[in-house]
């Protein structure tokens, strides 16, 4: 398997967490997003992602993109240790989890919304900066609520075994610590992601481990 992948992108951070968990070796190929290199838009990466986006799994004949179909597709091929739990609902649970940070808290942060409200709209650090603290405030207030409602053990997001919730987890909250913002009050979320991140598939994983960190 060839993972292409940025090793700040926190897309293709859940997906290292993942090929780590499942025992997965793979040939990682960075793909630089800064400026000028700007490698996202080249036509070479664009014949593999036409939205110019990571991470991208080559998986023999396979391309495929969007880190939860990616991790979600490890999951089916390499099903040990599972990532989802057995019961429909409590599978529904971790889902919801995961999309939460994925889809609500991500998106709304990622490295393309924030140049672009840089240039066009003219926005200043201060402005941008203010952008991204409020969004990951309000999503991870949310997260904090209902993983308290779910009955976390303090170590997982969901029951007492890494699941694909955790996957996430991580990444947002080491985006938000890089970003200055304030994460005190969700005290369980440090604790999990505090857990979490001693685990050696998490570790691994880590931005600062990937190969290209110290260029």
């Known amino acids: 398997m060839k993972l292409y992948g940025y090793f700040r992108s926190s897309a293709a951070y859940r997906v290292r967490i993942a090929l780590n968990l499942k025992g997965v070796d793979y040939e990682s ?8 290199a700007n490698a996202q838009h080249s036509p070479g990466f664009l014949a593999l992602n036409p939205q110019g986006l990571v991470p991208v799994l080559v998986d023999g004949e396979r391309t495929l993109t ?5 991790v979600e597709y490890l999951e089916e091929v390499r099903p040990q240790p599972p990532l ?51 969004w990951v405030a309000r999503g991870l207030r949310a997260l904090e609520a209902q993983v308290a409602r779910l009955g976390s053990d303090g170590r997982h997001m969901f029951g007492a075994a890494v699941t694909l ?4 987890l991580v990444p947002q909250m080491y985006n938000a610590r890089r970003f200055h913002c304030d994460v005190t009050p969700y005290p369980t979320l440090r604790s999990i992601s505090a857990h979490l991140e001693t685990l050696p598939a998490f570790a691994r994983a880590a931005p600062e481990r990937q190969p290209e960190a110290a260029a």
Do not use: F, K, M
């Open 29 to 36: 190929v960075p793909v630089d997003l800064r400026a000028p």
């Open 66 to 70: 969007q880190s939860l179909a990616i």
């Open 84 to 134: 989802l739990p057995e019961a429909a609902a409590d599978r529904a649970q971790v889902r919801a989890l995961a999309l939460a940070i994925a889809c609500d808290i991500h998106p709304l942060n990622n490295t393309r919304v924030l140049s672009y409200l840089r240039a066009p709209l003219g926005a200043d650090e201060a402005a941008v900066s203010a952008w991204y603290a409020h």
């Open 165 to 168: 919730a955790d996957v996430c």
